[in-house]
């Protein structure tokens, strides 16, 4: 297909296709003349994925390293730290991590099982509460740990083991993209909470 094909095909306009091949962010078409290629589905397929993970607030430089990921994948426990990196911000200061390790070994956490970053997402996330002068009631909390992790159980276990390259999609986009659907369905779930109780 042609880059105007792609673009149609992809919703994606050709200037900004044009840009993530310069960025070497979709690999060149096949070139037909020095001013047109050939594209192929795999273009189309990769095309979707940076665009998803753009729009989800990733910068192109993270976006880069997420596709070298798919490119050359890491061990299967790994690519979650390379989907996690892609959207947990990076630890700009010292942080005491005790209380986020606390908390995390509610969720089966030993030392060594994390990235370091995530913790310090969960240790600033702690921090901001207690800020704001707020406390997660005692009886709240058990609750979200049991549910965190049975959604994190269902999430690992529908990790795909045909390919690796099937994996590593599988656990980039789902880190990336799907926490936004998850919010949303908790302020939903809320919503109804709170009309069952308050009517």
Known sequence: M????LSARSGVAVPTIKYYLREGLVPEGVRLSATQADYETAHLER????????????????????LSALDDPPEAHHL???AHAAITPALDREIDLSAAEALAEG???RPGMCDQQVLGAVARALEGIEQAGFEVPADVMPVYLRSIRAIADA????????S????VRYVVLGSVIVEPLLLAL???AQQ???AERFG
């Open 2 to 5: 042609r880059i105007s094909e």
């Open 47 to 66: 095309l979707r994925l940076v665009r998803a993970l753009v729009d989800s607030g990733v910068s192109i430089a993270t976006t880069r390293t997420v």
């Open 80 to 82: 979650l730290g390379v």
């Open 107 to 109: 969720l089966g956490w």
């Open 155 to 162: 999430e690992i276990a529908g990790v795909p083991t045909e």
């Open 164 to 167: 690796l390259e099937a994996a």
């Open 186 to 188: 908790r302020r939903v």
């Open 192 to 194: 109804v909470a709170s």
